[in-house]
């Protein structure tokens, strides 16, 4: 499975954006998918997340202000990031598993990143 995201950018404080996930490859494996996030120095983190089943799972500090969504089969995932504020600085990985819930195993499958800056 490749994943390839897009959508990052620089905006300012209270601006949007829209992260896109491309998935290819053998996609009828993934059961689950999410959007995790990093900073140098810093551990990565879950932000968001679609486990099987449709459930969603968010990060506290993003509830209300992020959502995500997917296909239906996989093929792409997406993450609107609303109201964002500097500290959504980070550069986002799209990350997809085998497994039926994302947020409790480590993700088999990892794209490269899309940088996204929130200027204050």
């Known amino acids: 499975v490749q994943l390839v995201e897009s959508g990052g950018g620089f905006v300012q404080a209270g601006g949007s954006l829209r992260l896109s996930c491309e998935a290819s490859?053998?996609?009828?494996?993934?059961?689950?998918m999410g959007w995790y996030r990093q900073e140098p120095g810093k551990e990565r983190e879950l932000v968001a997340a679609?486990?099987?089943?449709?459930?969603?799972h968010y990060a506290d500090s993003v509830k209300g202000r992020f959502t995500i969504s997917r296909d239906n089969d996989w093929s792409t995932l997406h993450l609107q990031v609303d109201s964002l504020k500097p500290e959504d600085t980070a550069m986002y990985y799209c990350?997809?598993?085998?497994?039926?819930?994302?947020?409790?195993?480590?993700?088999?499958?990892w794209g490269q990143g899309t940088r996204v800056t929130v200027s204050s």
């Open positions: 990350a997809a598993c085998r497994c039926r819930v994302i947020a409790f195993m480590s993700p088999d499958y």
């Open positions: 490859g053998s996609i009828i494996e993934i059961s689950s």
């Open positions: 679609i486990h099987n089943g449709g459930r969603r």
